[in-house]
């Protein structure tokens, strides 16, 4: 059973455009959510994290918005560079540190020049 | 964050043959997860390995296909057993520490 959907499965913007991929969740005791960048050959890497007790959260130019009663929560890239062309994961885990993470089907990004 | 060392970087193997995955994190963790992405897919949870204790498998996943060791608390291998074709894939170690998940590089096995 899939826990974390995840969307759109592929993502084409214009360079300097804003990037939004969501996910969605059913656990509603999933309590930590992170999001991951996965370039080719590589493993993935943490990139943002928020816990549900905030409803946003932003480092740089990337920004994590979280709907509890919704079950929702979305990346935002803003001003999106050809270098962040890459694959994207949501994940989400329950009591963080002691559980594994279950990931989303993830988003291809692709950024324009 | 914890830095993992994972070995090796990529294999070409004959079915029927075995395959051992080190993992070597620079500090000591008490929870190391193995990880399964199949081409162009997301990540499967194998197995989580404890020191000291057997491996716990996910559903789908068992110990005589796919065999942890688990020595000490910066070390940890994944044996993938009797390979098939089907068992092309990547396979990632990943640790929790202060900073979130980290995940080694990465294998990537071929069987032919």
């Known amino acids: 059973q899939q826990q974390v959907k995840q969307s759109p499965q592929s993502l084409i913007v214009q360079k300097g455009g804003i990037s939004i991929i969501n996910c969605a969740y059913e656990n509603t005791a999933f309590d930590y959510f992170p999001w991951y960048q996965q370039f080719p050959g590589k493993g993935p890497a943490l990139l943002i994290a928020i816990r549900p007790d905030v409803s946003e959260k932003k480092e740089g130019r990337f920004t994590i918005s979280f709907n509890k009663s919704a079950k929702q929560f979305s990346l935002h890239i803003m001003d999106s560079q050809p270098g962040d062309s890459a694959t994207y994961f949501c994940?989400?885990?329950?009591?963080?540190?002691?559980?594994?993470?279950?990931f989303g089907s993830g988003t291809q990004l692709t950024v324009l020049p | 964050s914890a830095v993992i060392s994972q070995k090796p970087s990529r294999d070409i193997c004959q079915r029927g043959t075995s395959l051992t995955i080190q993992c070597q994190v620079d500090s000591q963790v008490t929870m190391m997860f193995w990880y399964r992405q199949q081409p162009g897919q997301s990540l499967t949870l194998i197995a989580t390995?404890?020191?000291?204790?057997?491996?716990?498998?996910e559903s789908g996943f068992v110990i005589d296909k796919f065999p942890i060791s688990r020595p000490n608390l910066t070390f940890s291998t994944l044996t993938v057993s009797n390979m098939s074709p089907e068992d092309s894939s990547i396979y990632l170690c990943s640790v929790n520490d202060n900073y979130g998940y980290t995940f080694g590089s990465g294998t990537r096995l071929t069987v032919v």
């Open positions: 994940a989400a885990s329950a009591g963080y540190a002691a559980r594994q993470l279950t």
């Open positions: 390995a404890n020191q000291g204790s057997e491996a716990t498998y």
